[in-house]
Every structure is written in structure tokens, then in C-alpha cells.
């Protein structure tokens, strides 16, 4: 076997097989690709872990917050309520004085002093600038002349009388729970107040605040938790969806660099073997042709369509061009002679299937199983056989011989009757498509035949464009050498996939 695919190492070496040799560089930017994808991932995982941390950790903060302005609110109505028990007689009693007048103004300011508060409470009067007018209680309180700031509170519940108002009041670095009352006459504000650092909370108070702060709390950190994940999930989903779709393509342009490393091999055999008999020349793109064109019109039949397949018709047009491999087991002077064969000589031809079915089979053993060296091994081995069982090697009848062999022994007759043989000249294509014809139920399958006769025209058109090509070929050959053609280099056609 060495012995005869020892022509065929040029055409291995050609750059297209040779790429199958780089297989395991291939592999190789693989591992770097997938290594850079993972430590995407890491990261990917890393930042959300990351963000997760920082979810709970402001939550946790949140959670503090929110204890924190409970219990101050909680604490600061409670010195609402103390505050205007104390206040409520005055406020009623300075509503009765000119606060315009200086002595309204002294008789205020005498009242206030008098006033009963709780240590660390104090009392202003001040205009509706928010300038001190009068204060007294607190031992640190503004001065008159002073400005204060003062901010009113939301008003979760009814004040117990409906001119005071919750509020802040601050001067200097300190800031109060305060109640405003409104004094008449545009007069101002009465203003008692109680420092921060005095508040108190009830235990019963603090408890009632607690569930609503736990409900905030998780409510807040649900809600950053799955904003988080969700955006860390969908960046990391985009990742890993374009990471596969980037390695299904390179998948799909790895199997067509391989496809079209197969068949660069398979054309280079087929070639070798076309190689051996001169007069054959562009035999092989013929019924690569042939056989694509009746499989396509057998498969607009219904009761060829789930058997027909389009992949079936892209494989048979590859795998028929191996259908005479076993010939490169035959001797030479035998293919090339001119005249009739001999009884043993026939024998030794008839040997070329068996031949280029184990060619194949080894081939198939050694890679692996697959439709398209199964196909091709059939192919080799039966389309000699004949429908009436009296064919070779193995004397198969009727369906018995598979379906791509009928097909390839319809093309290969064809072709063998309208090509110039050393035995024979050319058949017309009219008295080719009547020996078929009569072939039918003998030495075809009679299906087959029928739809032969649908499109034997097209079988015409292929015949002629090659031969047309082959005299282009010749003429130009006579002409820049001077002598007669002797053998037409085949034309380069691809071999489809």
C-alpha cells in the first residue's frame, strides 16, 4: 500500500494538509484562550463577592442609621410632651402682653425667669427674624441679639395644644428638641427647649421601634443585594454566552479548515489513482458532478426524502470521487492497454474494488468511524455490482447494494460511455442514455434510471463543458510546445464539502 500512495506525498505536502499537522497548536492557543476566560470569571465572581460585601456592609450601616433617627424621633417626642406640659400656662399667659411695648417686653422677660423648668431647659423669645429678644432657664443659652436657627419636625401626631410646633432649634455647636409657640400680633415665637444629650427613651418605646427598623433594614439590603447580582449575573452571563459564541465559531472555522484539509486528501487520491490510466483525464470531477445532480433530483422524490438527506448530497459528491482508489493496486500495463484485456487480465481489473475498500477500511480503522469514510468504502467496494445480483466483487442484488453505489454506478457508466477510452471511442450522449435505458432492472436500479431520464440532460451539459475545456486545453498545449497533446493536465476543481 506505501507502494502506491507513494505519488500521492507531493500532494500531501501542500499547505492546505498540512494544517492538519498544527492540530496541536491549535489546542494550544485553546488552553491560553480558556485561561484567560477563567480568570475573567475569577474576576467576574471576585467583584461580585466584592459588591456583595459592600451591600451588606452599608446595610448594616443603613441599619444603624435607622436605629439611630428612631430613637432620637422617639426621644424627641417625649420631650414634646414634657415640654409643653411645662410651657403651655406661660405660652397662654405672654399671648396676653404687648411684646411691641418695652415694658410687655420686661414683663415677658420677668415671667420667663420665674417659669418653673426642668434643670437643662430652656426658654426664648424671639422675633420673627429669629432674633433673640428675651431668654432665660439654661445656664448656656443665646444672648439678646442673637440669631438661632430652627427647623420644624414632621408632625407624626396631633400637638397636644394646636399653636405649638416640633421642632430643632440650634446655636452654637449645640443643637435642642424645641417646641415654637406663635405669639399674636406678629410678635414672635416662644421657644422652650431641652439640649439632645438630655433625651431619653423609654425601653418599651425602643422595642416598638425595633421590627419596623429590621423591615427598613432588610427591605434596603434585599434591594442592593439583587441589583448586585443582578447586574454582576448578567455581566458575567454576557461573558460566558459570547465566550461560547466565540468558540463555536472558532469550532465551525477549525471543521472547515479540516473539511477542507479531507478533501484536499481525498482529491489528492482520487487524482493519484486518475493518475494511473491517461485517457480518464477530469474522470473524477465528472462524477463528483454526476453524482450531486442525481442525488439532488432523486431527493425531490417522496419516497427518496428522508433517505436522501442534504448532507447525503454533500457526501456522496465528496466521496464519490474515490470510487476507482483501488486502481493504484493495478498494474500498469494493464490500465494503459490499448487493446482488448484478457480473461485474467479482467481479473486483475476486477480486483481494483476490493482494493480500494481495504484501502479505506484501514483508513477507517485507523481515524475513527465516520459517514463520509463508510460512505466512500461503499462507494469503492459495490458500484460494480448490477441490480440482477451478476455484478463484482461480491455479487450483491437489488437493494442489497447501498444506495450511494447504484448512484456512482449510473455516473461512472455514463461517463465511461461518452469519454474516448484506449478500447473504444465516444458514445453520443443520446446512445449513452439508451444503453442505460436498457440497463435498467439489469444492470441498474430501475428507480434510479427514471429519474437518469429526468435530467439526462444535464448530464449532457457537464459532459460537454469538460469536453469543451479538454480541447481549449489541447490547442493550447500543440501550440506552445509544437507537438501533438498527449495528455491534458486536469483542470483544479474543487471538491465540495
Not at 442673637?146 to 410646633?165: N, R, Y
Request: glycine share 6%; net charge negative; aromatic share 6%.
Amino acid at each position: 500500500m506505501v507502494r502506491w500512495l507513494a505519488p500521492a506525498l507531493p500532494i500531501l505536502a501542500t499547505p492546505r494538509v498540512r494544517a492538519v499537522f498544527y492540530v496541536s497548536a491549535a489546542g494550544a492557543r485553546d488552553l491560553h484562550r480558556k485561561i484567560r476566560s477563567m480568570r475573567r470569571l475569577v474576576t467576574y465572581l471576585g467583584v461580585g463577592v466584592a459588591a456583595q460585601i459592600a451591600c451588606i456592609a452599608i446595610g448594616l450601616w443603613m441599619h444603624d442609621r435607622y436605629i439611630l433617627s428612631t430613637v432620637e424621633r422617639a426621644a424627641e417626642q417625649n420631650a414634646a410632651t414634657q415640654l409643653t406640659a411645662e410651657t403651655a400656662p406661660l405660652a397662654a399667659d405672654l399671648r396676653e402682653l404687648d411684646l411691641a411695648q418695652p415694658d410687655g417686653l420686661q414683663e415677658a422677660a420677668r415671667r420667663l425667669q420665674s417659669a418653673g423648668l426642668a434643670q437643662g431647659d430652656g426658654l426664648l423669645i424671639v422675633d420673627s427674624n429669629w432674633q433673640v429678644r428675651a431668654s432665660a432657664g439654661a445656664d448656656e443659652r443665646p444672648s439678646p441679639g442673637d440669631i438661632v436657627s430652627w427647623a420644624s419636625l414632621p408632625q407624626t401626631s396631633p400637638s397636644p395644644l394646636a399653636e405649638s410646633v416640633e421642632g430643632r432649634l440650634q446655636f452654637g455647636e449645640q443643637r435642642h428638641a424645641s417646641l415654637a409657640y406663635r405669639l399674636p400680633r406678629d410678635d414672635g415665637y416662644l421657644i422652650v427647649y431641652r439640649p439632645t444629650q438630655r433625651l431619653a427613651i423609654a425601653p418599651e418605646q425602643f422595642a416598638e421601634a425595633l421590627p419596623l427598623v429590621g423591615l427598613m433594614t432588610f427591605l434596603w439590603l434585599s434591594g442592593l443585594l439583587s441589583i448586585c447580582t443582578f447586574l454582576s449575573g448578567k455581566r458575567l452571563h454576557d461573558e460566558l454566552f459570547g465566550e461560547l459564541e466565540r468558540s463555536e465559531e472558532r469550532a465551525v472555522r477549525r471543521e472547515q479548515a479540516l473539511l477542507r484539509t479531507r478533501d484536499a486528501v481525498i482529491f489528492g487520491l482520487a487524482k493519484l489513482a486518475e493518475s494511473r490510466d491517461h485517457e480518464t483525464g477530469e474522470h473524477v470531477e465528472r462524477i463528483s458532478l454526476y453524482c450531486q445532480r442525481l442525488a439532488a433530483a432523486m431527493r425531490r422524490r417522496p419516497e427518496y426524502r428522508d433517505i436522501i438527506t442534504p448532507a447525503f448530497v454533500r457526501l456522496i459528491e465528496a466521496s464519490s470521487v474515490l470510487h476507482d482508489i483501488g486502481k493504484v493496486g493495478i498494474a500498469d500495463a494493464i490500465l494503459h492497454k490499448p487493446a482488448a484485456l484478457t480473461s485474467h487480465e479482467r481479473t486483475e481489473v476486477q480486483k481494483h474494488p476490493v482494493i480500494g475498500g481495504e484501502c479505506l477500511a484501514e483508513i477507517e480503522r485507523r481515524l475513527g468511524a465516520s459517514n463520509f469514510l463508510q460512505m466512500a468504502r461503499e462507494i469503492a467496494l459495490f458500484h460494480h455490482e448490477r441490480w440482477d445480483g451478476t455484478g463484482y466483487p461480491a455479487g450483491l442484488k437489488g437493494e442489497d447494494i447501498p444506495l450511494a453505489a447504484r448512484i456512482v454506478a449510473i455516473a461512472d457508466n455514463y461517463d465511461a460511455l461518452v469519454s474516448r477510452r484506449p478500447y473504444k471511442e465516444p458514445y453520443t450522449h443520446e446512445t449513452s442514455t439508451d444503453l442505460i435505458r436498457n440497463g435498467s432492472g439489469t444492470q441498474f436500479d430501475p428507480s434510479l434510471v427514471e429519474v437518469f431520464l429526468e435530467i439526462e440532460g444535464e448530464f449532457r451539459d457537464i459532459a460537454r463543458q469538460y469536453a469543451t475545456a479538454a480541447r481549449v486545453a489541447a490547442r493550447g498545449t500543440r501550440e506552445s510546445t509544437g507537438k501533438p497533446h498527449e495528455m491534458v493536465e486536469p483542470l483544479a476543481v474543487a471538491v465540495a464539502t
